[in-house]
């Protein structure tokens, strides 16, 4: 079965949450702190739970909100918290009409429900009409009960009232009255389990492996069932840590070792100069539950040639090991199982949250769908947004998920934002060679007036160039401090009298070279100047009056200034710089046969200049 959809109502901060669809891969909670992710995903999983060690049933005095609980705590047993909407596999169906014997479905898609009081239904679309023909075919009864009913219940009235009797009717009558029911039990055992990992589900350092083997799963506690997770994992079989000959025992430990070692750090990018130890610890141990022999767990580092016990790892590389040994157990497993995972890699560093984001790709989506929350831009993938849904607390209106991003605040859709904005400055990592430019404006000037040198013969901007926009002249020295090592750039920057300080340490640091700084004013003369300045002025202020701005003539322009402090001058007023650029971009082809040839001798120098600077 596929999760399709979620909805959860009247449970601790969700009133109700509204209908969620979900994705088939990986889907994505985006929210900020005591946002009711976590509610979310505890609600979903208590559906149909694997024995993971967490609470498996709802109580309605702890989990039914406080507001409302007074009202209807009579009737809080019979209300179902979470509903899910599944879409059975063809291979699925095709099981149930096999069983059943005919087209028992009309649809594919079934609703699961689970009350407060932790009874589970089942709501599906039977052909109850094919049902009838199918059980009346393969009884031998009165003909007199042939083809009269549409329903199950028309059948079973029918049967009562008949005044023939007999085995093979009441047999009828006991398929026909229980056939729904026994549908539903079907389904029910097709319905995913459910798996939760978060923060309080990691393996620990020593553990009684006579416990874990032998304990019933249900009585385990989370990180024991982590525990049970990496021996599984490793292929260990009850005994083998255990069994009296050293060497085979060994063999048993070391094998484990590798396999656990390979598997993790092929996405454990953070220190390649770990690798894992297995020992066994026959010495009664007070902090390990259960009676020895304890496996203990280690960390050696071939860097400085010594282990450490794995509690005592960093918090990041200890979730990150456990959530891999956990999961990798589910990776193979015919059963279908949906994976649950909150706040994962909360305490990893960025590059290493992309190694889990990998993992799940790579490793998980492809055979299970998995939830996860997050609040941390590197873990949302900014090339696939659409997985993405926001959790947010709506006043009175309780939790709520959208996958809306304009509906929602800014401090909800702000990891969002800072992911995509994370993709976006990756993609210079795509060019060898960027031009920094101040804003939007630049970009479209320099792009329309390049091509259009090209086009006469002259020379334009090569096309290697990726111009990039930095947002303004204070924020160019922080894209040349990150950038500026590890790429070609070149700056085309507005100037000012006294210039700017901090690019001008940033060339003392030789972190970029002043020839690949283009002040305008290198073209232009003077002391001031912006990118407007490459035009003339009347050539401008037609730009200007076209872009609605403001109808000037160049007389008005008193003070001898670049041009754009000169309009804001006459017209008392700052303006919108890109409005102009906006209007020259949409009327290029009446605009620019209008430019002078200065304008551009101008702007033909300028991208000689950047040219010489290609990687």
């Known amino acids: 079965m596929e999760l399709e959809a979620v909805q959860v109502q009247n449970y601790k901060c969700f009133f109700d949450s509204g209908a969620v669809d979900i994705q088939p891969g ?90 407060y009081s932790n009874e589970r239904n089942v709501e599906f679309e039977m052909d109850e009409e094919a049902a009838v023909n199918h059980l009346l075919s393969e009884h031998d009864v009165d003909t007199d009960l042939s083809g009269e009913y549409d329903f199950l219940d028309e059948l079973i009235d029918g049967i009562d009232d008949s005044e023939t009797t007999g085995n093979e009717l009441n047999s009828l009558r006991s398929e026909a009255a229980n056939l729904t029911q026994q549908v539903s039990d079907s389904l029910k055992a097709k319905i995913p389990k459910f798996i939760y990992f978060d923060q309080y589900s990691t393996l620990p350092g020593r553990f009684s492996i006579e416990r874990i083997q032998n304990q019933a799963e249900s009585n385990l506690d989370s ?93 990041g590389f200890v979730w990150f090991f456990s959530f891999l040994c956990f999961f990798s157990e589910y990776e193979s497993e015919d059963e279908n199982v949906i994976l649950l995972l909150d706040e994962p890699g909360l305490n990893l560093h960025a590059s290493a949250q992309r190694d889990l984001l990998d993992f799940i790709d790579e ?57 995509l904005g994370y993709d976006l400055s990756q993609t210079l990592y795509i060019s060898p060679d960027n031009l920094i430019v101040e804003g939007p404006s630049d970009i479209i000037y320099l792009n329309i007036v390049s091509d259009y040198l090209k086009e006469i013969d002259r020379e334009g901007l090569n096309e290697r160039w990726s111009i990039v926009p930095a947002g303004g002249i204070s924020k160019i ?34 972190l970029i070279g002043s020839d690949r700084l283009f002040p305008i004013t290198e073209i232009t003369g003077g002391n001031e100047a912006d990118i407007e300045d490459l035009f003339t002025n009347g050539f ?59 304008t551009l001798d101008r702007f033909e120098k300028l991208f000689a200049g950047v040219n010489n600077c290609l990687s």
């Open 477 to 510: 020295p922080t894209f040349i401090s990150l950038l500026g090592t590890q790429l070609n750039i070149a700056v085309v920057m507005d100037a000012s009298t006294g210039g700017h300080q901090k690019i001008d340490d940033l060339v003392k640091k030789d």
């Open 26 to 115: 990986v889907t994505c909670l985006v929210g900020k702190n005591e946002s009711g992710k976590t509610a979310f995903l505890e609600a979903l999983y208590r559906l149909n739970p694997a024995p993971t060690g967490y609470e498996e049933d709802f109580d309605a005095l702890i989990d039914y909100p406080r507001r409302l609980f007074p009202k209807e705590k009579q009737d809080a047993p019979e209300f179902a918290p979470i509903e899910a909407t599944f879409r059975l596999e063809e291979e699925e169906a095709d099981s149930l009409n096999e069983e059943y014997g005919f087209d028992v479905l009309q649809s594919k898609e079934i609703v699961v429900q689970k009350k």
């Open 363 to 419: 490793r998980l989506a492809p055979s299970n769908q998995l939830l996860y929350t997050t609040h941390s831009p590197f873990m949302i993938e900014a090339s696939d947004l659409q997985r993405a849904r926001t959790v947010e607390v709506q006043g009175d209106k309780g939790a709520k998920v959208s996958g809306d991003m304009l509906s929602v605040s800014r401090d909800t859709v702000f990891p969002l934002q800072a992911a």
């Open 223 to 315: 990180d024991e069932r982590t525990a049970l997770s990496l021996l599984r994992f490793a292929g260990v079989e009850e005994g083998e840590f255990t069994q009296a000959q050293y060497e085979a025992r060994k063999a048993a430990l070391e094998a484990a070792a590798i396999e656990i070692t390979e598997e993790v750090f092929n996405y454990w990018s953070q220190n390649q100069d770990l690798k894992v130890e297995f020992d066994r610890v026959t010495d009664q141990q007070a902090n390990a539950a259960g009676n020895p022999p304890y496996l203990e767990v280690r960390i050696y580092n071939e860097q400085n040639m010594m282990s450490l016990n794995f509690d005592e790892r960093s918090s």
């Open 540 to 598: 401008y202020l037609k730009l200007l009056d076209g872009a609605g701005v403001a109808s000037l003539k160049v007389s008005d322009l008193k003070e001898h200034t670049r041009i754009v402090k000169r309009i804001e001058r006459a017209i008392d007023s700052s303006f919108d710089h890109y409005r102009p650029a906006s209007y020259f971009l949409n009327n290029q082809s009446s605009l620019l046969e209008r430019m002078s040839d200065a």
